[in-house]
């Protein structure tokens, strides 16, 4: 408002210097009329397109309902955001997976027991993931090893994966976040992120890690296929490998694949927040505090402090008496 | 002051130190012979990129072998740098004036080495960048490429501010020299007219670097230590690692620089420049290291074998009496005890004796290297089962072994090319030290 009173002002003034009377400047006063029309009707449209703005402006607000919402962002900071500006945000495809790999399955906490007592060495658990993670022979996720702790004390087998450490060693040395631990306890790798410097095979004490160090096993037939990171496949040249719980059968509501492929009931795979465990081959549920308080349950070299998340029973009272494994690796790879 | 001192003149020192700049046909051979060695070497590395690091000995438990091993050795031997300008400069020794540059370009040198070798050992490296990108600052690698970077900025800087008044007199003083060679001398001199004020900012930039040239070493080689120390595994668990390998670096480093005094002196007849008093000190600087070496190594072996461990009497029964006994001795004893006591003796520090001993000294802590990454990973805590032959047992391959040798023809290039058209031995601060007649810059 205050600039048309000033341009008034301004005009006042002009008509003010010059008499009426004199017909030279009757001439020049009405161009100055003239002048201030055109003035005027300038003034006139920019008022106007000033209330057709604000007029938008006031609709546009109009549209909201001016109720707020406070909402968390993936960030961690809240902000408030209007009710009506909430969109639902799906993620779909390579994205959903992605996140979801990192993220795991919310409020669980997996748990393996692997009864040693039972395990003849089979090694149906072995083929059947280096089947699922397209792994050669020589590639172990699960390696049955044959041990023997001192000289007079009785050798056994015991089944040996990534121990999926709650203080991963392995994760904490990772340059570039291509390892890493879910909340639902698995640890992750992500090819597609590592570097190949393998200091997490230097830093884990239980040798859990592979690494592809040729091509990997059938990679021209895996060419192009999605990358799926809780199966860690297709398996790629250059990069890290290891044991994932079969995160991708846990989504699916399913035991792993080693667990289900066992023929004598060595595996018990669980939730440790549920308390409560299944036997892969007797499908009996069990709790898993119990199990672990009666067959005296222990872990792997507790002392390095990594506390493992997979448990062992004692290999007392062996079913099958125990014999000196054939190798069905090649001689050099 | 002997009789050369007072027959000196500026411009005596001057085509003394300088003459060697020039492109002669032995320059040339040995350039060629280098090119074509290294473009040999690169071919096999081609070979890693196509196919994977499996064309290497390497597998996945003995997962760091000779490339890691190496850039340990690189890492350590750019640390004489330090000994060198750093420490027994600020100590105020006056002595080492001559050699301060030979040390600068061997730090600078391995240490511009040192980041390419650690390279040569990814298995993706194409992903380099994502180290910068998705750095994770509780990784040690990300501690380590943050020193090596430090320090190799540094040590370039220490190698070039005392250069800056050399260049300053070359291209006005020296002929004979190509023009576009004289160009790159002038811009690098920046116009330093040897003025009081000039002097004063490139002499307290030098003793600031100095100054920080001691953390930013020290850092570098106990970063690439704690590689190993941060792991559990018997032979690396060790809390004495940083020291460890910070001593036996200076062994090394010290082997190397004396090493290169040495061809230096014969090949650009710098007999009046690096006497035998150099050698004799140098020799002395090496024993003394080489002592504070050997107590580290008692600490490292005596202690866990006292205790015998089971993981760690497997290890040392490995290095003492198994596989690896040989190299072991001979390390210790040829690499280490033998040079210490033959050093206390005067004839040995003589310059043709110590090259000899520094030779033995630098291949021993070579394979120093190899004996502390490779024979700990043979013997998990878990026994290596259903795995092919080569899986057990480390043998680098041929293809490996010329990717290792690679580094060292890159060193010796490097050297090659700072040695060739710089003085090897500071020029300015040489007739400063000497008291001779100065140049007149108009």
Known sequence: MHIISDKNQIMEENNNTHSPNDPEKSKASTRRNFLKNLGLAGVGVATGAAALYSGHIFEAKKEATGESKVLLTQDGKLVSVDSLEIKSHEKTGEDLRESQSREGIPGRRWVMVTDLSKCRNARKCINACQDAHQLRPEQYHMNTLQMQDTPNTAPYNMPKNCQHCDNPPCVAVCPVDATYKRPDGIVLIENDRCIGCRFCMAACPYSARIFNWLEPKDAAAHQGQDYNAELNVPQKLGTISKCLFSADRLREGKLPYCVEACPNGVYYFGDENEDAVTNGTTKETVRLSKLLRDNGGYQLMPELGTKPRVYYLPPKNRLFPFEEAKDATPEKV | ?442
């Open chain 2, 1 to 442: 002051m002997t009789m050369d001192d007072n027959n000196l003149t500026f411009d005596k020192i001057t085509s003394d130190l300088t003459h060697h700049i020039r492109i002669n046909k032995g320059f040339l051979i040995w350039m060629g012979v280098l090119t074509a060695a290294l473009a040999t070497c690169l071919y096999a590395y081609s070979l890693q990129l196509r196919t994977g690091l499996g064309v290497a000995g390497i597998r996945d438990y003995v997962t760091w072998g000779l490339y890691l091993s190496n850039f340990v050795f690189f890492v350590a031997a750019s640390l004489i740098g330090m000994l060198v300008s750093a420490v027994l400069g600020l100590a105020g020794m006056k002595w080492i004036t001559p050699i301060t540059r030979i040390a600068e370009t061997i730090a600078v040198a391995f240490a511009a080495v040192a980041g390419l070798v650690i390279v040569s050992d990814m298995g993706r490296p194409e992903r380099l960048a994502y180290v910068f990108i998705y750095g994770r600052p509780q990784s040690p690698i990300l501690w380590d490429v943050t020193v090596i970077i430090t320090y190799f900025v540094l040590s370039l800087l220490l190698l070039y501010l005392p250069l800056i008044a050399d260049m300053a007199i070359i291209h006005r003083k020296v002929d004979k020299l190509p023009s576009w060679l004289k160009v790159i001398y002038k811009s690098l001199s920046l116009n330093f007219t040897d003025n009081p004020a000039q002097n004063k900012v490139i002499s307290r930039s030098i003793r600031i670097l100095l100054i920080l040239l001691v953390p930013a070493a020290l850092s570098i080689h106990t970063v690439t230590s704690w590689l190993f120390a941060v792991t559990s595994r018997a032979g690396w668990d060790s809390t004495i690692f940083g020291p460890y390998f910070v001593s036996g670096a200076f062994v090394a480093g010290s082997a190397a620089v004396i090493i290169a005094m040495f061809f230096f002196r014969k090949n650009y007849r710098l007999e009046n420049y690096l006497t035998e008093s150099h050698f004799d000190k140098m020799g002395k600087v090496l024993a003394t290291v080489s002592m504070v070496y050997l107590y580290f190594n008692i600490n490292e072996y005596l202690v866990p074998g006292y205790k015998l461990q089971r993981a760690d009497a497997i290890h040392l029964a490995e290095l003492f009496t198994g596989k690896d006994a040989l190299r072991f001795w001979l390390v210790q004893i040829g690499g280490l005890i033998l040079p210490i006591l033959l050093l206390l003796f005067g004839y040995f520090r003589k310059p043709l004796p110590i090259l000899v001993i520094s030779i033995a000294v630098l291949v021993a802590a070579w394979f120093k290297r190899y004996l502390i990454v490779i024979p700990t990973q043979e013997h998990p805590f878990l026994p290596i089962q259903h795995v092919p032959h080569n899986f057990m047992v480390y043998s680098p391959t041929l293809i490996e072994s010329m990717i290792t040798i690679a580094p060292f023809i890159m060193v010796l290039m490097i050297i090659t090319l700072i040695s060739k058209f710089f003085p090897v031995i500071p020029l300015h601060e040489t007739a400063v030290e000497k008291g001779v007649e100065h140049i007149k810059f108009e």
